[in-house]
T-cell receptor, first 113, second 113 residues
């Protein structure tokens, strides 16, 4: 089945700096790659997603890039703010009909004021 | 909570007892999912459903069973709870097709003593 590796497991940045989180996946048939943000004690929430026919997608301060050949994708957050502090999860679709999402282990991002 | 509720929110039980967690949606979505969240493992899929009475296993299904007798309800049962099943359990529904745009419930903290 699909295997998703996520790095780093923790990331500390200064407010205003950029943050990058990277994920690799194993199943070349995966075609959907979402990112979720989970604040402490809350539910995971979708923040951005990308399909395999697109190389990059942006939404204000966040962007995701995808390299299908290398089977890796990344989340970029620019001009980080304290409210960006959370755990971020990448995921890749899997299963014959793409009915399952396999998640990475998560990255705890801390933005220091 | 935007169409999905989990019950109970917290439960403490003893090893060997049966436990049932309930997920209820008001969105009439076809796909429903049960995940467990453990430190360092991200979110792992237990079972999912793609319609009434239509369910399938995820990557960590051993020791769990599910049922979906109505579109709105997806039940997760631990037939004989073990300490390794202590975890936070999240139900999710999909507003897209399959795994797209997952929306998670608030979670159930289960402790098996």
């Amino acid at each position: 089945g699909e295997n998703v590796e996520q790095h780093p497991s923790t990331l500390s940045v200064q407010e205003g700096d950029s943050a990058v989180i990277k994920c690799t996946y194993s199943d070349s048939a995966s075609n959907y790659f979402p990112w979720y943000k989970q604040e402490l004690g809350k539910r995971p929430q979708l923040i951005i997603d990308i399909r395999s026919n697109v190389g990059e997608k942006k939404d204000q301060r966040i962007a995701v890039t995808l390299n299908k050949t290398a089977k890796h994708f990344s989340l970029h957050i620019t001009e980080t703010q304290p409210e960006d502090s959370a755990v971020y999860f990448c995921a890749a679709s899997s299963g014959e009909a793409g009915n399952m999402l396999t998640f990475g282990g998560g990255t705890r991002l801390m933005v220091k004021p | 909570d935007a169409g999905i509720t989990q019950s109970p929110r917290h439960k403490v039980t003893e090893t060997g007892t049966p436990v049932t967690l309930r997920c209820h949606q008001t969105e009439n979505h076809r796909y429903m999912y049960w995940y467990r969240q453990d430190p360092g493992h991200g979110l792992r899929l237990i079972h999912y459903s793609y319609g009434v009475k239509d369910t399938d296993k995820g990557e960590v299904s051993d020791g769990y069973s599910v049922s979906r007798s109505k579109t709105e309800d997806f039940l997760l049962t631990l037939e004989s709870a073990t300490s390794s099943q202590t975890s936070v359990y999240f139900c999710a529904i999909s507003s897209g097709t399959g795994t797209e745009k997952l929306f998670f419930g608030s979670g159930t903290q289960l402790s098996v003593l």
